[in-house]
C-alpha cells in the first residue's frame, strides 16, 4: 500500500516494490548515480526514521533521544558540515538545549566570540575602513529566560555538541548513507538506503525529513511549496589562512568588503585561522558555480583579505541560495517535514535553523505520546497546524528586514518589523491540542514580557528555589504533561492522581515568588503545561475540567 497520493519511489532499474513482485508507477528516483545495485542485505526497524544529518536533523535525534524514544538519522555525507552556516542562536533555542543538557557546553563553546561586536564595511580586512561600528550587547533576557542573551558560534561547532549528546542518549546516528526510495507497507515507511556497496531496507512508524532545501524527500512526497523564491545565488568559501595580522585588535561580527575585485561578507573565527567568504554569483549573466575554480576562490579571499601573497588553504566550497520558501504541508501521511524541507527562511534575522529546531522540538514529545499509547494519533495532526503559521510568520518578518536592509521597505513595512525576541518567543499555537479561552484573540506575536500564561503560549519563565538549589520553572517540563498549582492544591493534586501527569505544588514543592500572577490564575488556580513547555489549560478560564483538558491536550477527545 502506498502513502495516499503517493507514487512509490523506485529503487532499482525494475521499479519493483519490495515484497509485491509487481511494477509500481513511476515516480521520483531519490537514488544518486554513485549507489549502483548492490544487493539487499538486511531490513531493520526503528520507531522513527530521520533523514537529514544537519542542525535539525541532530536535534529531532537529540529531543527523541531525551524523551526515551529510540531513531535512527540517516545523512548521505560523511560527516557534518564544515561550513559555520548559522552564527547567532537565540535564547529559545538554547532553552531546548536546556531541556536536552546541552546548553551548558554550547555557552561554554561561545566563550570566544563574545568579544566579536564590530558592524563594518571595508574595501578590505587589512585596508580602508569604510564605515565600522559596535554593535551594542545584545538585551539581557535574564527576566524573560534561563538564558541570558543571544550567542554567537558557528553552526560547525554547534553540531557536533547535539550529536555527541544524541549518541549518548541512544541515538543510533549513520552518516555516509542514502535513501535512495520511500514506500508504505502494512502501515509503515520502508526506507532503502545505501551505505557504500550495502544495500539495506529500515521500516520505520514514522519519518522525520530534515533533508534540507535541496533534499528529495518533500517532492518525492509530492508535496508542493510557495513562496518568493530564489533571492540570490550564492557562494561560501571556507579557507585557513592568518587573520590576525590584517585584524589586528577588532573582532568583527559582520564584515562587508567591496572592492573592484570582490564584493561579500568576510567571517572569522575566534582562533582567527579560519575564514569564510560570502559572495553572489549571477546565472542570468552567465556566471556558473564551477567558474569558481581553485585558484579563483584563492584570488577572491586574497582580495577580501587585503593581502595579496596571503597564504590560504581552501576547506570547501558551496553554492547556497538565498530563497524563501514554505511547503503547502508539513505532513503526508507518516512523514513529517522539519526545517528547511519544510520552510527556507531568508538569513536577515538569523531565524532559520532555530525554526526549524523548534519544529523537531515540537514534535519529539508528540511523537512519544502516540508511540506510548497516551495520545490519539490525531495528536500528530497538530504538527502541521502549529508549526506551519508559526513558520509562515516567521518567513514574513525575515523577508521585511531583508526589504528595510535594502532601503526598499514602506515606511509602513518597516513598522511591522518585529524585535528579535518577540519573532522567536512571543509566537502562540491553535491547534486541537490547546483548550482555548473566551476572546482569544492573540496577535501574531507578543514581546516575551507580556507572556502571561494563556493557552497556545510559551510557560512564563521564573526562577524558583528547589531543594536547596536554582532553577528556572521551565526545568520542569520535558516529558510529561506538568500540573502547576497552589501550596494548597491538594484538591488538584487528588484530581491529577491517576492521570498521566506530574503535579508541582508552588510554595511546598518548590518556592517561585509571583507564580500565579504570572501565569494569569488566582492563588488556588492551576495550570496544565505540555511537555515542551507550552501552555494548554488554566483553570477558571475554561469550561473543561482537568481530565477533559488532559484529554485534548492528547487528542483523545
Known sequence: MLLPGVPSLYVDSLRLSKGSGQPVPAGVDIRSSACGHAALVRDEYTPVLIIGGGSVGLSAALFLSSQGVPSVLVERHDTISVHPRAWGWYPRTLELFRQA????????ASEGFAGHNLNGKVESLAGKEIVVSVIPEPDEVGGVSPIPRIISLPQDRVEPIIRDRAVELGADLRFGTEVTGLETQDGRTVATVVNGGEKYTISAKYVIAADGTRGRIRESLGIERGGRGVMRHQISILFHADLA????ERRFAVCQVENPEVSGVLGHDDTLLQGTLISTFHPERGERPEDFTPERCVHLVRAAVGVPDLAVELRDVLTWEMASFGAETYARGNVFLAGDAAHVIPPVGGYGAGTGIQDVHNLAWKLRA???????????????AERRPVAAATIQQAELR?????????????????DTMSVTFGYHYSSASICPEKADDLPTFVHPTELTGRPGTRAPHLWARRDGATIS????FGTEAVLLCGPDGEDWRGAAEDLPLRVHRIGRDLEADGWPEAYGVPYDGAVLVRPDGFVCWRSGSSE?????ALDRMMCRS
Open 402 to 418: 531583508l526589504a528595510a536592509r535594502a532601503g526598499f521597505a514602506t515606511p509602513e513595512q518597516q513598522a511591522m518589523v518585529l
Open 473 to 476: 520553572i521551565l526545568d520542569l
Open 101 to 108: 543538557g546541552i546548553a551548558d557546553a554550547v555557552l561554554a
Open 370 to 384: 502516540v508511540l506510548a499509547g497516551h495520545a490519539s494519533e490525531r495528536l500528530l495532526e497538530t504538527y502541521d
Open 544 to 548: 473543561l475540567g482537568l481530565a477533559e
Open 245 to 248: 595580522p590584517a585584524l589586528g
